[in-house]
């Protein structure tokens, strides 16, 4: 009776290990859409002189590149190899006008990716100054 207690603990711990673990990866196709999005973050950040913009889009684009990252550092990814991804994604982007469509499609990438990243975004927005 024991043993089948144990066994039936293992196999849950083990279906639950196995499943969070699966959950908190990140594939190479969404580490690559995370570091474009924070590559056109930068850019919004630091748009061109004459360029129209609203002064909340540059604080949800700042908070936004921030959750990513603590996203990745969480999952395990190397802050080394996260930094490099996002360096080539802002010199992609760097100097580059205001794309709302991207901005907004970065925004969905990063709610539906991110665990309760729509929340963290708005919390970070808050901490800002």
Same mark, same amino acid.
């Given at each position: @009776?024991?043993?089948?207690?144990? %066994?039936?603990? /293992?196999?849950? +711990?083990?279906? +639950?290990?196995?499943?969070?673990?699966?959950?908190?990866? @990140?594939?190479?196709?969404?580490?690559? %859409?995370?570091?474009?999005?924070?590559?056109?973050? @930068?850019?919004?950040?630091?748009?061109?002189?004459?360029?129209? +913009?609203? !002064?909340?889009?540059?604080?949800?684009? @700042?908070?936004?590149?921030? $959750?990513?990252?603590?996203? /990745?550092?969480?999952?395990?990814?190397?802050?080394?190899?996260?930094?490099?991804?996002?360096?080539?994604?802002?010199?992609?982007? !760097?100097?580059?006008?205001?794309?709302?469509? %991207?901005?907004?499609?970065?925004?969905? +990438? $990063?709610?539906?990716?991110?665990?309760?990243?729509?929340?963290?975004? %708005?919390?970070?927005?808050?901490?800002?100054?």
């Amino acid at each position: @009776m024991i043993k089948n207690f144990f %066994k039936k603990f /293992a196999i849950y +711990f083990f279906t +639950f290990f196995v499943t969070t673990s699966l959950q908190a990866e @990140m594939s190479d196709i969404q580490k690559n %859409k995370a570091w474009e999005c924070s590559g056109i973050y @930068m850019a919004n950040y630091f748009l061109p002189s004459g360029e129209n +913009f609203e !002064y909340s889009m540059k604080e949800k684009s @700042m908070a936004s590149v921030k $959750v990513l990252k603590e996203y /990745a550092l969480e999952i395990g990814i190397s802050e080394k190899d996260w930094d490099a991804g996002v360096n080539k994604a802002v010199d992609k982007y !760097y100097g580059s006008k205001y794309d709302k469509v %991207k901005t907004d499609n970065c925004h969905s +990438f $990063v709610e539906k990716t991110v665990p309760n990243g729509k929340e963290r975004v %708005k919390k970070v927005v808050q901490t800002l100054y």
